[in-house]
């Protein structure tokens, strides 16, 4: 409806098969959305992320922020989708994912789609998939941190922008406790 506003904050940090999908439809002017979220994938887990956002009238505004790593065997895919219909005039939507690769076995693919039926409009996305920085790596091991502790830093470093937008303290703090031990090697 009209200045409505919706936060979606998720984290999946288990599960054999996690699926979440979200569809959020923009019907009344000045109406906005941020959309927060973090996932961990080990062992041959899969997750499976949809965003669909639909603006249907003018001055609207979006933001998604997804952040995840995989490792072992693990996998993911994050469906990402931004329509902006004809009379969305002045409507803002950024759609932003990125995943962190720490194996061979994992994967992630990330499916950003803009529909733009508006040209008075701002839209964007932006998505990345890779590995650790070996220069990062070999920067902090050689300050003498271990190779575990060194990979735990920079896999803390990449969840942070993720984690500093969700304005629950708590919920803040329990995401970072579940990635520090989903992070600790038997």
Same mark, same amino acid.
């Given at each position: 409806?009209?200045?409505?506003? @919706? &936060?979606? @904050?998720?984290?999946?940090?288990?599960?054999?098969?996690s699926r979440i999908k979200t569809e959020t439809l923009f019907?009344?002017?000045?109406s906005s959305s941020e959309w927060i979220g973090a996932?961990?994938?080990?062992?041959?887990?899969h997750i499976d992320l949809t965003t669909n956002v639909y603006h249907n009238v003018? &001055? =609207? *505004?979006?933001? @998604?922020? %997804?952040?995840? /790593?995989m490792k072992d065997n693990s996998s993911s895919v994050h469906h990402g989708l931004i329509r902006i219909e004809k009379p969305a005039s002045k409507t803002a939507? $950024?759609?932003e994912s990125h995943s962190l690769l720490l194996s061979e076995g994992a994967s992630s693919n990330p499916i950003p789609s803009l529909i733009i039926? &508006?040209?008075? /409009?701002?839209? =964007?996305? %932006?998505? *990345?998939?890779?590995?650790?920085?070996?220069?990062?790596? $070999?920067y902090l091991t050689s300050?003498?941190?271990?190779?575990?502790? %060194?990979?735990?830093?920079?896999?803390?470093?990449?969840?942070?922008?993720?984690?500093?937008? @969700?304005p629950l303290e708590d919920v803040q703090e329990r995401f970072r406790k579940v990635i520090e031990e989903s992070l600790v090697l038997p």
């Open positions: 409806g009209r200045n409505a506003r @919706i &936060n979606w @904050i998720f984290g999946c940090f288990g599960g054999r098969l019907n009344g002017e000045g996932f961990l994938g080990n062992d041959k887990r003018p &001055n =609207t *505004s979006n933001n @998604i922020l %997804a952040r995840g /790593v939507s $950024f759609l039926e &508006n040209n008075d /409009v701002r839209a =964007t996305h %932006a998505a *990345s998939v890779g590995q650790i920085d070996e220069d990062k790596m $070999f300050r003498g941190i271990s190779h575990e502790d %060194a990979e735990r830093l920079i896999v803390e470093g990449f969840f942070d922008p993720v984690l500093r937008k @969700i």
